[in-house]
């Protein structure tokens, strides 16, 4: 006896959550980037680099460590975060060079 139509129901139900997530997460990785956005800013205009890796260090070891316990690949964690300060890094140094621009014209 093939159990599709009783199991489309949830499927869809399912489906429905996951694009609710999706949607979430998109919202949330906005908010988080308009803050880095600042300290891209900040780090600017303080003339501090880009970059930080003693802060990379620990945002990887806190997001293992979260991902391990809400039962996540801590390894998928760290690659997303890395991905993500790639794209940090990527603004802020865009920012220094703008400000960098400014000052000088």
Known sequence: MDQ???ILP???SLRNSIDN???AIVHMLAERFRCTQRVGVLKAENDLPPADPAREKRQVARLRDLAASAQLDPDFAEKYL???VREVIRYHEAAARELAEKSAG
């Open 82 to 84: 890395a991905f993500v």
């Open 10 to 12: 949830e499927l869809q």
């Open 4 to 6: 599709t139509p009783a």
């Open 21 to 23: 997530i999706d949607a």
